[in-house]
């Protein structure tokens, strides 16, 4: 049995000498797992990049053993920025983040525009903004929307209209645009603030309840900015 499809590379890890275990979220059937053979030769591995599109030819004897994935290169994107570490960090952490947030074997287009979306985002001149927004996005299409337009409230302060959250634990503040998203002009303190803030709602209400660990990739990037 076999499909054609095209998708994104989301992980690879090594299989044996000359072989990967690679993971791609696929326009018709969602995120799969294959073995790629021969995936160390100069060939291969130069596409073989996360966040790199794939045409993707997938065998397999039936749907309890893995198949393997015959892949050629439909758009090489990581490459674009193996210069500019901030952007390819961004890449493989929004990567890490489809791998541990999707269902195996279950297609979401939705989630495949999105991707999509990330290499427009990050030609934007306001891109670590528009990416806050982007995780969002992710987080409401597999259930899990913060809402922070309506649970938030708003004071004055020193002049400054400031918007918060509260709970009978803590009083934690938001940055403006994240409410105002025409605000530009984003210092790196807000930007660092409105990752954490979405740092802070991943880790509480899918991660720790799921026993699933902080992912690295993205303590990585959120880290790039401090």
Not at 41 to 60: A, C, F, T, V
Not at 110 to 125: F, G, P, T
Request: with cysteine; net charge positive.
């Amino acid at each position: 049995m076999h499909w054609d499809d095209i998708g994104y590379l989301i992980s690879k890890n090594k299989y044996n000498e000359n072989s990967v275990v690679a993971e791609f979220f696929t326009e018709h059937h969602g995120k799969c797992s294959g073995i790629i053979f021969g995936a160390t030769s100069k060939k291969i591995k130069n596409y073989l990049q996360i966040g790199n599109k794939l045409h993707l030819n997938y065998n397999y004897k039936n749907e309890n053993k893995i198949g393997y994935f015959n892949a050629e290169i439909f758009k090489a994107y990581s490459p674009l920025y193996f210069e500019q570490n901030k952007k390819l960090t961004c890449i493989i952490s929004a990567m890490n983040l489809i791998k541990l947030l999707t269902v195996d074997n279950q297609a979401n287009p939705e989630i495949l525009k999105l991707i999509d979306q990330l290499y427009l985002i990050l030609n934007l001149d306001e891109w670590v903004k528009e990416y806050i927004f982007w995780e969002l996005k992710l987080l409401s299409l597999v259930g899990y929307d913060l809402e922070l337009n309506k649970i938030a409230k708003s004071e004055i302060n020193d002049n400054k209209k400031k918007y918060f959250v509260k709970s009978s634990f803590e009083k934690k503040y938001i940055p403006n645009f994240l409410i105002d998203r025409d605000e530009k002009n984003l210092d790196k303190t807000s930007l660092l603030t409105g990752l954490k803030l979405v740092s802070d709602f991943l880790e509480k209400n899918v991660l720790k309840p799921n026993n699933i660990n902080y992912p690295v990739a993205r303590a990585n990037f959120v880290n790039l900015f401090k």
